[in-house]
């Protein structure tokens, strides 16, 4: 049977409840278990991919293409295993399920209520992720003392009951602020939090403790004194200055023998070695190199995280000092613009996103790119736009567009397959998840892979009109990547030029701090090398 740890939320969010997650997982995965994580979002909607950017940071896009919460993302880059649908449970499918069980009649008349029925539920879904992994692991969404995350801790209070002491650990995340005035590290919020959570039947097995600052021994002890956790199960989470140095953090303060002791489990000698040389490249990388990321939604900078978490993967593995410059595309309307906010960057990346906001700013940046010769980057949205400026302004069609931005636009190099129109009435046209693209031999794409054949994820549900090869490829836009029958075009490329790529999928989900997607470590990597000149 697989051993559980929750992490729960105390005091605040935006603690880093999946950043402390996630480096626990490292850590016990680092000690050979096999890890599994979850998170479980307290939100009503069923399908977390219709939710805005602005509001909720990005869509993470799984192999199997669910769209989960960004928090997944965290998990699937520190365990590095691949998740799948089965990792991100809402309040909205629990109750999806239990509601339609209702409907086919199965629970013969009983009242339905959330104790027991939502609640087994929850443990239904606990239980089944458990299955041929040694340690589950569980986010709670949430803060203590939300109401919407009550069933789900009232699930993992029974679930405790269920499987016994030494097969569950409750992990509690909280917050010591420092308070300037009286210059102070206060334990009072932390003691709260922790009496609300023992309020709904929950006493913390091990507490983690944010804080700006490392915690003294004094502190520590009265956390310990009024939450009834052993003193060294109070671990202190200070501040790093990268979330990728938080796991050593943890293992310093001896935080993955302590789960071992209570989950009976075997320690073993971690070796730490790579994270080493990741958390180095990182903090200790002098040269500079700048990477523009142009899209609309970069005041929320976590609508791009797995972007910016590969940038940041591939400049460490480079031995660059990342500065990124996150451009407005809405606020680019003319020649001037540009200018003022592209000049001297060292490589443009032009992510995914939907709706034509901010769109032409985007085709201009990519002309940019082209004409001046900067290294080019182009996701998903990215792709698209590139391509209808090469259209426009190298092929001479200044009609051309995407069928998404100009329904009746004259030239759609970017459209609806036309199965895809008759499913547009229907709902549910979007391709997701991951799928195959073979490469061509001779591309700068197949060079960097070092493979023909490739698997990565999408999200999206334009194409490139396929009318429009011939006119590409003979002005010198090459498509060197398409689905295996040739129908999709899944990559285009401009041999002349020092780094110009752009893809129809989402490379950014699959790089790992360990090893970095290699078109973002090549991209990078040109783009440092540009800044030498
Ligand atoms: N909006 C575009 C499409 O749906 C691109 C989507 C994306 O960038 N993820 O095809």
């Known amino acids: 049977m697989a051993k559980h740890i929750f992490v729960i939320g105390g005091v605040l969010s935006s603690l880093g409840k999946g950043i402390a997650a996630s480096s626990i997982g490292l850590?016990?995965?680092?000690?050979?278990?096999?890890v599994v994580m979850q998170k479980f979002d307290p939100y009503l909607n069923v399908d977390p991919g219709t939710m805005s950017p602005f509001q909720h940071g990005e869509v993470f896009v799984t192999d199997d293409g669910a769209e989960t919460d960004l928090d997944l993302g965290h998990y699937e880059r520190f365990i590095g295993n691949?998740?799948?649908k089965n990792s991100n449970s809402t309040s909205g499918q629990i109750y999806e399920t239990v509601l339609k069980k209702e409907r086919r009649g199965d629970y013969l008349g009983k009242t339905?209520?959330?104790?027991?029925?939502?609640?087994?539920?929850?443990?239904?879904?606990?239980?089944?992720?458990?299955?041929?992994?040694?340690?589950?692991?569980?986010?709670?969404?949430?803060t203590v003392g939300d109401i919407e995350s009550l069933p789900f801790l009232e699930a993992v209070r029974q679930f405790r009951m269920d499987v016994g002491m030494e097969n569950s650990l409750f992990i509690f995340l909280t917050y010591v602020p420092y308070i300037k005035a009286a210059g102070e590290l206060k334990t009072k919020p932390t003691q709260h939090a922790t009496t609300k959570l023992r309020e709904i039947g929950i006493q913390?097995?091990?507490?983690?403790?944010?804080?700006?600052m490392p915690l003294n021994d004094e502190i520590e002890s009265k956390i310990s004194l009024f939450t009834n956790v052993p003193k060294s199960r109070v671990i202190n989470a200070y501040d790093a200055s990268t979330i990728y140095e938080v796991p050593k953090i943890l293992m310093e303060a001896k935080i993955h023998e302590r789960i071992c002791e209570h989950l009976h489990l075997r320690q073993r000698k971690i070796d730490f070695s790579d994270w080493d040389r990741i958390i180095d490249g990182i903090k200790n990388s002098t040269e500079e190199v700048e990477i523009a990321v142009c899209g609309k939604?970069?005041?929320?900078?976590?609508?791009?995280?797995?972007v910016w978490a590969a940038l940041i993967h591939s400049a460490a593995a480079n031995k660059l000092k990342l500065i990124i410059k996150w451009v407005d595309s809405e606020k680019i309307s003319s020649k001037n613009d540009i200018e003022k906010n592209l000049s001297?960057?060292?490589?443009?990346?032009?992510?995914g996103g939907f709706g034509n906001r901010g769109i032409d700013g985007k085709i201009a940046i990519a002309g940019f790119a082209r004409e001046n010769k900067i290294p080019f980057f182009g996701i998903c949205l990215g792709m698209q736009i590139a391509v209808v400026e090469f259209i426009q302004n190298v092929c001479g069609l200044t009609e051309a567009y995407s069928s998404e931005f100009i329904?009746?636009?004259?030239?759609?190099?970017?459209h609806l397959m036309d199965d895809q129109k008759y499913l547009e009435k229907m709902g549910g046209t979007m391709r997701l998840g991951a799928q195959p693209c073979v490469l061509k031999n001779d591309s700068l794409v197949n060079k960097i892979y070092k493979k023909t054949e490739i698997s990565e994820r999408h999200r999206h549900?334009?194409?490139?009109?396929?009318?429009?090869?011939?006119?590409?490829?003979?002005?010198g836009m090459r498509i060197v990547g398409t689905s295996p029958d040739n129908l999709l075009v899944e990559v285009v490329e401009i041999p002349d030029h020092p780094f110009f790529i752009a893809v129809q999928y989402h490379p950014e989900f699959k790089s790992r701090p360990d090893n970095p997607h290699p078109i973002f470590f090549e991209f990078v990597k040109a783009a440092g090398k540009k800044g030498k000149k």
Do not use: W
């Not at 959330?114 to 949430?142: F, L, S």
């Not at 939604?297 to 797995?306: I, L, N, P, R």
């Not at 329904?407 to 970017?414: G, L, M, S, Y």
């Open 297 to 306: 939604y970069v005041e929320h900078q976590d609508a791009y995280k797995s």
């Open 204 to 212: 913390p097995d091990l507490l983690l403790c944010r804080s700006e």
């Open 82 to 84: 691949p998740l799948n």
């Open 344 to 351: 001297g960057v060292d490589g443009i990346l032009v992510p």
């Open 27 to 34: 850590l016990l995965k680092k000690m050979g278990y096999k």
């Open 407 to 414: 329904e009746d636009c004259e030239h759609p190099v970017i």
């Open 112 to 142: 339905v209520q959330v104790i027991p029925h939502i609640t087994d539920e929850i443990k239904r879904v606990i239980t089944a992720i458990g299955k041929e992994n040694d340690i589950v692991i569980t986010e709670i969404g949430g």
């Open 461 to 475: 549900r334009y194409e490139f009109n396929n009318k429009y090869r011939d006119i590409i490829e003979k002005k």
